[in-house]
């Protein structure tokens, strides 16, 4: 998992039926230390993320874990948000 902040919505007409309810966010990946780090992304919202948010998001095939069935075509998921980072 990896560090992110929200930056914004992305609006859709149409998506996926497994999507729906779900918002569409990008994301600006940041490191420990909340610097930017990366290349802005867009994720679904699993967990009601507002914008300015630090949150942690999956990629890859754990990216599809939070959604029912097998095969759905999403590269990145927010699956929490950071309340406070120990040093």
């Given at each position: ?62 990216a599809a874990i ?22």
């Amino acid at each position: 998992m990896q560090l992110a902040r929200v930056r914004g919505h992305v609006w859709a007409t149409r998506k996926l039926d497994s999507f729906e309810g779900r918002k569409l966010m990008v994301l600006e990946p940041v490191d420990e230390h909340k610097q930017p780090n990366g290349t802005p992304l867009v994720a679904v919202d699993t967990v009601d993320a507002g914008i300015g948010d630090l949150v942690f998001y999956a990629t890859s095939r754990e990216a599809a874990i939070p959604f029912p069935g097998s095969m759905i075509p999403v590269d990145a998921t927010i699956v929490g948000v950071v309340d406070r980072i120990d040093p």
